[in-house]
């Protein structure tokens, strides 16, 4: 949690943010992550000043439980002084302790959004779904909140001024912009008329022109001039066999002794790589996603 110190910017951890979109898709499947189409309400998760604290963040976070389908859980909410936002146990269950930030006792607006997270952590802990190291994991779940329908309550928590300054989550103001771009661009949801805070706003304009990008690359039909001149190149390199700079692009050619040189690129929707053989223009559906992508090989 950011208090009042400097706030990061920029995409430092998107490989690791798309590598979670990725695994998310692997593990639930595509039915199941589009049963989340429908995000967590404002007024769900509504906390007012006039609200008895405990009792508002036990509804919240049955909120959060409801929405993240996890019926049979039960949420126990306490405040305590700590360093980070919140932290919850993470035991067999059915009851998980979450612990929040004292600060939240006066900034209850914010509390659905660090529910938001710590329930998340539940949910990936029963599907037994985590990456290596801390730090890694935590992306995961900050993505995986941000991309199932709750997590635009962490980015609308970013407040930022000349004189103070607040985030929650490990994510990047414009990396939570960049995953509600993602959701927004597979469910048609838009975000942006929920928040309350012009800096998540900001941040998520930014995020959806980094997701569109993703659109825009080669072979992808929708690829721009520039690119599509460097993947001419780079392809003739390939069939005189001659490898390739592929620094900074998306794409791989490789040889098939079984046919023609082939070509792998990531799903603009999921990232899970798609290949395909050289051979013009060509229709490929993502088996991970169901994206149906033209592109010109």
Known sequence: MANGGPVEHGYPHLDTVRASITALYKRLSYDTIHTFATSVAPADVAFADVDDLHLGAQRVAREMVLHYRLPDARMIVGFREMTHAAHVELAAGPE??????DRFRTHRRDIGAALAHEVMHVYLHRLDLEFPGTRDNEILTDTAAAY?????????????????SQKLGYLTPEE???????????FGEDPSVW??????????????????????????????????????RDRRHAQD???????????VFAPDAR???????????????????????????????????????
């Open 195 to 232: 928040f309350t805070s012009p800096q998540a706003y900001t941040a998520y304009t930014k995020g959806m022109a980094r997701a569109r990008l993703d659109e825009q690359q080669p072979p992808l039909t929708a690829a721009g001039w520039a690119g599509r001149r460097r993947y001419a």
């Open 96 to 101: 998980y302790f979450i612990e929040l930030n």
């Open 259 to 297: 046919g023609p040189l082939r070509v792998s690129f990531p799903c603009p929707t999921c990232h899970q790589r798609i290949r395909v053989p050289v051979r013009g223009r060509v229709r490929a559906r993502c088996a991970l996603c169901r994206t149906v992508l033209e592109c010109d090989t």
């Open 148 to 164: 199932l329908g709750a997590g635009w309550l962490l980015l609308d928590a970013y407040r930022e001024d000349g004189t103070s």
């Open 176 to 186: 939570f912009g960049y995953v509600l771009a993602k959701r927004a661009l597979v």
């Open 241 to 251: 066999h001659r490898a390739p700079d592929h620094s900074g692009v998306p794409y």
